[in-house]
């Protein structure tokens, strides 16, 4: 089993920055693939960002160029750092942990979520 914490989520101007974060705990976490995905009020959970136990990386064509994944493997935290944030960007951020590479959208273990609200 693997528990994650999602945290950094919150209010801010189009055009700001936010950077989440991600704790794991349970399973060794540089044993698989994490990722990033969020959903919008009414849309479907869309992926926006993986990365490999080995730092390899993984973006949606919507996050790319305006994000950043990284992960910590001594401090069993992932990251998303997001730049020039967009109304659009407005969604329930959700880390997910279990993938065997970072072009599946099969996960096995999920966070709760932390919303990011962008403001125009």
């Known amino acids: 089993q693997v528990q994650l914490v999602e945290s950094g989520g919150g209010l801010v101007q189009a055009g700001g920055s936010l950077r989440l974060s991600c704790v794991a705990s349970g399973r060794p976490f540089t044993s698989y693939a994490m990722g990033w995905f969020r959903q919008a009020p009414g849309k479907e959970r869309e992926f926006v960002a993986a990365?490999?136990?080995?730092?390899?990386?993984y973006y949606a064509d919507s996050m790319k160029g305006r994000s950043t994944i990284s992960r910590d493997n001594a401090k069993n935290t992932v990251y998303l750092e997001m730049d020039s944030l967009k109304p659009e960007d407005t969604a329930v951020y959700y880390c997910?942990?279990?993938?065997?590479?970072?072009?599946?959208?099969?996960?096995?273990?999920w966070g709760q979520g932390t919303q990011v609200t962008v403001s125009s």
């Open positions: 990365i490999s136990w080995a730092r390899n990386t």
């Open positions: 997910a942990a279990g993938a065997s590479n970072i072009y599946t959208r099969k996960y096995d273990y």
